[in-house]
């Protein structure tokens, strides 16, 4: 099982950005997907979660800003990015708990999606 994100860039500071990430390969169910993010020397932090069914959490620096998410039929997730600041340059991790047959339950990360806010 791959998760693929894609959809980074440069943008400017008060833009948006919408970032996407599939999970492709032998999938029976996905619970939680999230999205995660790391600038350099920082550690990794949560960005914002959604559940199967759609409930989301967010970190209290992206609310009303950033918006998570999901089409279940296609396995993927969104980050649709407003209003982006400087601080938001990072890069952009997505991260699902999947469950598959004869392995149960296991946590995936994505690559990495960079994305740059700057003028």
Known sequence: VQLQASGGGLVQPGGSLRISCA??????SISVMGWYRQAPGNQRAMVATI????STNYADSVKGR???SRDNAKNTVYLQMNSLK???TAVY???A???RPGIG?????????????SS
């Not at 999970?23 to 029976?28: C, E, K, T, V, Y």
């Not at 339950?105 to 806010?117: A, H, I, K, P």
């Open 86 to 88: 400087p601080e938001d």
């Open 105 to 117: 339950w296991y946590n995936s990360w994505g690559q990495g999606t960079q994305v740059t806010v």
């Open 93 to 95: 991790y997505c991260n």
């Open 51 to 54: 559940t199967s069914d759609g």
């Open 23 to 28: 999970a492709s390969g032998s999938i029976f």
């Open 66 to 68: 950033l918006i998570i």
């Open 97 to 99: 708990n999947i469950w």
